[in-house]
């Protein structure tokens, strides 16, 4: 199974912006939704946005909608996460997350849509 990489993140300002990459590897084949969820501390893994596999369809997150945009490169396997107006709420590690096959217009939004996880990025807002 090859993972996707996470690049980005950091220490960021409350009320800053963060931009977030994640490539797969290009021995990666039929890739089809790609997306970003984030995991605090003694909480679940949440969805934060996603793209769908032709790059047509995103969504995202009740709690970033507004604040996030999703894009994606399909020439570079690589999708891109841009948050601003960031709080102490947003400090998570944001892992990226790649499907294989099915619809190229499908956006998962839950965890057993993903089969393909990065080791995550760890982003910190300090007010």
């Known amino acids: 199974q090859v993972q996707p990489v996470e690049s980005g993140g950091g220490l960021v300002q409350a009320g800053g912006s963060l931009r977030l990459s994640c490539t797969a590897p290009?021995?990666?084949?039929?890739?089809?939704?790609m997306a970003w969820f984030r995991q605090a501390p003694g909480k679940e893994r949440e969805f934060v946005a996603a793209a769908s596999g032709n790059g047509v369809y995103a969504d995202y997150g009740d709690s970033v909608r507004g604040r996030a945009t999703i894009s994606r490169d399909n020439t570079a396997n690589t999708i891109y996460l841009v948050m601003d107006n960031l709080n102490s709420e947003d400090t998570a590690v944001y892992f990226c997350?790649?499907?294989?096959?099915?619809?190229?217009?499908?956006?998962?939004?839950?965890?057993?849509?993903?089969?393909?996880w990065g080791q995550g990025t760890q982003v910190t807002v300090s007010s």
């Open positions: 997350a790649t499907r294989r096959g099915g619809s190229v217009w499908y956006v998962g939004r839950i965890v057993s849509d993903y089969d393909s």
């Open positions: 290009e021995r990666t084949r039929d890739i089809t939704s």
